[in-house]
């Protein structure tokens, strides 16, 4: 089956360190991404990640995946203000791996950034 | 490049009436999804339009249906609108290849009284 979770809230302090945790089922998963949602808006791709690989670094942000746990992480370095969010992450099986290429999202985590 | 576009933005109606909802894709993408976002309940997958042709559907009832045009955009229909019906339907359309990245529209936030 395909289920993504993840926690509900994060509070941090503005210039610390964010991490979104993230586990996901489907070991078949060939993407996983992260989407940003800001207040009224639409989801925006943040980052995705190929499941070969562990590591990906994009200026602020790091994601980390471990395969065997089926965990994704995001990890903002030097959370602004600006940060502020709901943070989904996202599985998806490829057409080539025969996937139903239904993206499945989790819940999504609240960033709260205080000054 | 215009990016995902949605209508209306808002929307008012009242139990047992009857709702449509459109969704414009990027220019060139061929597929598009329909997601419910209702408060603390993340996106729930709706439906899966792909070259005119229904591909998926989530777990909804009959009442949500939709259709792809030849021109890919789409539409959301719900009938016998229920209060619960009240949420964010988002868009998103996608290329079919690569990464398989969705791309998003900002909306129509459904309110039903």
């Known amino acids: 089956g395909e289920d993504v979770e993840q926690s509900l809230f994060l509070s941090v302090r503005e210039g610390d360190s964010s991490v979104i945790n993230c586990t996901y089922t489907?070991?078949?998963?060939?993407?996983l991404y992260w989407y940003k949602q800001e207040p009224g808006a639409g989801l925006q791709l943040l980052t995705y990640?190929?499941?070969?690989?562990d590591m990906k670094q994009d200026q602020r942000l790091t994601v980390l995946l471990n395969k065997k746990d089926k965990h994704l992480s995001l990890r903002i370095a030097d959370t602004q203000t600006g940060d502020s969010a709901i943070y989904f992450c996202?599985?998806?099986?490829?057409?080539?791996?025969?996937?139903?290429?239904?993206?499945?999202f989790g819940r999504g985590t609240s960033l709260i950034v205080h000054p | 490049e215009a990016g995902v576009t949605q209508s209306p933005t808002h929307l008012i109606k009242t139990r047992g009436q009857q709702a449509t909802l459109r969704c414009s894709p990027i220019?060139?993408?061929?597929?598009v999804y329909w997601y419910q976002q209702a408060l603390g309940l993340g996106l729930q997958f709706l439906l899966w339009?792909?070259?005119?042709?229904?591909?998926n559907r989530g777990n909804f009832p009959p009442r949500f249906s939709g259709r792809q045009f030849p021109n890919y955009s789409s539409e959301l229909n719900v009938n016998a609108l229920e209060l619960e019906d009240s949420a964010l339907y988002l868009c998103?359309?996608?290329?079919?290849?690569?990464?398989?990245?969705?791309?998003f529209g900002e909306g129509s936030r459904l309110t039903v009284l």
């Open positions: 998103a359309s996608s290329s079919g290849t690569g990464t398989g990245e969705l791309f």
């Open positions: 489907d070991s078949s998963s060939t993407y």
């Open positions: 990640i190929f499941s070969n690989m």
């Open positions: 996202a599985e998806i099986q490829s057409r080539s791996s025969g996937g139903s290429y239904i993206p499945t």
């Open positions: 220019s060139g993408h061929t597929s």
């Open positions: 339009y792909d070259e005119g042709e229904e591909r």
